[in-house]
């Protein structure tokens, strides 16, 4: 096939200039756009009504899709549970036999925990849930890790806040629209998070790795101390991050760092919570603070 | 004309039919991403926006004016969650660069054709990676080897699918 050409306009003086015009708006059309890569680069909550007219005209189609998604995706489960259902209500009688009496344990130390703390005079800070919602869709053609939540500041949610459902962290938000919000998840690059070690309190430090894992990656300790099977909680250090939020679990070693895989798979939780960001500084002064009250008005 | 052709050709089609059907398909093919209620944990789906705005080119060479990938760009961009103006540049570089080599091979064959797109497609995603890696997210380079995999492998059927488009929107 050989194509006809307006690209050779020949003698045309008005198709010459119409070509030369083309070239010339293509090009100050990528400068513009160099300029607006840069400016997303250096300000990457930028651009934000833009984009949220963008995921205000998608939120509808994919929050319906989702509902028939999770539909579809349930009934091979219904199907599967169906046809275990011998074997498997034997081994639930049995779970159940030893849930009762660890569910009593629990709740004699919820109770004690709550004796010392009243006696440390530490208050239980508010959970600080600014809204719920459902994640709707991602970025799955680009090469940054986020999901799209269909709550937005119309709800509370601002940048900044982060996002956790009942298994885990899921992220945290880094542009909100009126009704839906950009989570930039924990797997990705971007996504730091002080946590500690459950069983030791060992500090460190996870960070994404873009690929459905995290590293983490232990605070002054010349050896990695992590062991497969570790799990690891948000410490609260720095802010932001309520403490004790699930994060991930050790899957692997590899040289001063451990492999692990986040608890809250996002494809997979059903509801999400967005948290006002931790102030830890704020907290203690506002604990202190009630400490001081009450204490003025006991004697 | 047999009644076979009779549907086929001749076909009243208004302007608006005409020029409007590969800019709508390359909307949808960008739209596809926020559209589908996938939570990707690794760039899961090939760039549709991008394969049909290349399938279009190399189908019909006059179609988009060298400008075309700025307003394209700029939706795909606001759709698929890269920094704004990274689809721009990387659009419009792709147009400009397979303008300079419509100057210098006249002719083209599929294989030709294809290996032009693996390679629109190799520096659109790793541009599109470096856009993202310098904002500080996602993840290693090796992360998009597969999606580029798949996206190559894919290109002649989505070459199909525009052809097909093409001799509906045609007269």
């Not at chain 1, 009942?166 to 690059?189: F, K, Y």
């Not at chain 2, 310098?134 to 999606?147: E, M, R, T």
């Amino acid at each position: 096939m050989a194509p006809p050409s307006k690209r050779r306009p020949g003698y045309d003086r008005k198709a010459q200039y119409g070509l030369f015009a083309s070239y010339v708006i293509a090009i100050v059309g990528a400068l513009v756009g160099l300029l607006l890569v840069a400016i997303s680069i250096v300000d990457p909550t930028g651009f934000s009504a833009l984009r949220s007219a963008g995921a205000e005209i998608t939120r509808p189609v994919a929050s319906n899709l989702r509902a028939l998604v999770i539909g579809i995706g349930n009934f091979d489960e219904a199907v599967a549970a169906y046809i275990n259902a011998g074997s498997q209500n034997a081994a639930l009688r049995r779970q159940v036999e030893t849930n009762r009496t660890r569910l009593i344990e629990a709740d004699a130390i919820r109770q004690e925990n709550a004796r010392l703390k009243r006696l440390l005079r530490l208050t239980e800070t508010e959970t600080g849930i600014a809204a719920a919602g459902h994640l709707i869709s991602s970025t799955s053609t680009s090469a940054a890790r986020l999901a799209r939540l269909d709550v937005g500041y119309a709800q509370g949610v601002q940048p900044g806040m982060p996002v956790r459902a009942p298994e885990g962290l899921v992220g945290r938000v880094i542009r909100s629209g009126p009704n839906t919000a950009d989570v930039l998840l924990l797997v990705d690059e971007g996504n730091v998070v002080p946590v500690r070690r459950t069983s030791d309190n060992i500090p460190g430090i996870s960070s994404g790795r873009g690929d459905g894992t995290v590293e983490i990656r232990a605070l002054n300790t010349e050896r990695n101390p992590f062991r497969p099977g570790d799990v690891v909680v948000t410490s609260g250090i720095g802010g932001l991050y309520r403490p004790n939020i699930p994060v991930a679990v050790v899957a692997r070693l590899e040289r001063d760092k451990a492999i692990a895989i986040p608890l809250a798979n996002p494809s997979r939780v059903e509801l999400v919570v967005v948290q006002t960001p931790f102030r830890p500084v704020e907290a203690a002064r506002e604990s202190a603070a009630q400490a001081q009250a009450s204490g003025a008005e006991a004697p | 004309m047999s009644r076979r052709y009779a549907t086929r050709i001749g076909r009243p089609r208004t302007a608006l039919h005409i020029r409007g059907t590969p800019i709508v398909s390359v909307l949808l093919g960008s739209a596809i991403a926020p559209l589908l209620p996938i939570i990707a944990q690794t760039p899961l789906l090939p760039p549709f926006g991008l394969m049909i705005f290349l399938a279009w080119r190399l189908l019909r060479p006059e179609i988009w004016p060298l400008w075309a990938g700025v307003p394209l760009g700029l939706f795909d961009d606001v759709m698929s969650g890269q920094p704004i103006g990274s689809a721009m540049v990387l659009w419009t570089v792709i147009l400009l660069a397979l303008d300079l080599e419509n100057q210098r091979h006249f002719w083209r064959d599929y294989w030709h054709s294809w290996f032009i797109a693996t390679l629109a497609l190799a520096f659109a995603l790793s541009g599109a990676w470096l856009v993202v890696h310098l904002a500080g997210q996602g993840g290693p380079l090796v992360q998009i080897l597969p999606q580029l995999a798949y996206s190559i492998g894919l290109f002649p059927l989505i070459v199909r699918l525009c052809a097909a488009l093409d001799r509906w929107r045609l007269p």
